[in-house]
Nanobody, 125 residues
């Protein structure tokens, strides 16, 4: 299984950005996906997650109402749409696939076993 995240870049505060994560390997539709981020000098933190159906989602309080996670089973992609970006959103963003099939959305990084390489988001104030 390989995950490939893309879409990061340099934006200004208030701008929008959409990250994508492609998945190769076993049936994408059976697994939940999550997005995490890591800023310099900080621990990795949970951002958003979706269950295997794509119908149930979970967000960190810091991004709720601004970010949306979307799972497209047909394209085997998961997106993170980010609106009204703030300087504190700047980080390397990682996508991850849930450890078990048919799982629910979870913020617990232990529940993810495959991770993408990360894509950098920089937000200028």
């Amino acid at each position: 299984v390989q995950l490939q995240a893309s879409g990061g870049g340099l934006v200004e505060a208030g701008d929008s950005l959409r990250l994508s994560c492609g998945h190769s390997g076993r049936p994408f539709s059976r697994y939940g996906l999550g997005w995490f981020r890591k800023a310099p000098g900080q621990e990795r933190e949970f951002v958003a997650a979706t269950d295997w159906t794509g119908g149930r989602t979970l967000y960190a309080d810091s991004v709720k109402g601004r970010f949306t996670i979307i799972k497209d089973n047909g394209k085997k992609l998961v997106y993170l749409e980010m609106n009204n970006l703030k300087p504190e959103d700047a980080a390397v963003y990682y996508c991850a696939r849930s450890r078990t099939s048919w799982g629910d959305a979870t913020s617990d990084d232990y529940e993810y076993d495959y991770w993408g390489q990360g894509t950098l988001v920089t937000v200028s104030s």
